[in-house]
């Protein structure tokens, strides 16, 4: 089962695929936008055989690819939800996606919504990523390492060397460590 999003931000348009195996996982195959009309670039990554592992270790350090994560509060004033482990700010960030069944909700209720759905979650770290696009590991490219940084302490922070203390950052590392699958 696939879908195909598009959507506007920021002057570009981005064409998202989404597929879902047999297993629970997500996978994204492909992630394009035109920037220059006629010259695609490949978001979120420099190194296209990385975005299956990528966002596969992606779920399992936010939720263990738990399709039924709700939501918690794992500290005052935090709130995140779904399969992604996403927080309300960095859903507003992302500019709010939401599902088309969805579109006259109150926001409260689209977030939640929208983060607990896999294609919607997904398209809401891409969203967020390329809004705050960065190479925060310092290596030059724009690899799986800077969209989990991002990821775990946002846009301005992903440069931050306590992203190594984070349990998801912990459980990110094994699983891009681990060879328990290989890339198509």
Not at 59 to 66: D, L, P, T, V
Not at 112 to 124: I, P
Not at 147 to 160: K, L, P, S, T
Request: hydrophobic share 35%; charged share 20%.
């Amino acid at each position: 089962m696939s879908r195909r999003f598009i959507y506007h931000f920021s002057g570009f348009t981005f064409v998202l695929l989404v597929i879902l195996g047999d297993s629970s996982f997500l996978r994204l195959r492909e992630a394009s936008c035109d920037t220059i009309p006629g010259e695609p670039c490949y978001l979120p990554f420099d190194d296209e055989n990385m975005i299956e592992q990528c966002w596969l270790c992606i779920c399992k350090a936010s939720s263990s690819c738990n399709t039924n994560s709700g939501c918690t509060k794992p500290y005052f004033g935090a709130y995140s939800c779904g399969l992604l482990s996403i927080s309300w700010l960095y859903w507003v960030d992302a500019g709010g996606p939401r599902l088309d069944k969805d579109k006259d909700l109150p926001s409260e209720i689209a977030f939640e919504n929208c983060v607990k759905e896999k294609f919607c979650a997904v398209q809401t770290v891409c969203l967020y990523v390329t809004k705050f696009r960065a190479d925060c590991d310092g290596n030059t490219g724009f690899t799986c390492e800077d969209v989990i940084r991002i990821h775990i302490m946002g846009g301005y922070a992903c440069n931050d060397k306590n992203v190594i203390k984070d349990q998801r950052y912990k459980a990110y590392t094994t699983c891009m460590k681990s060879n328990l699958f290989k890339l198509i």
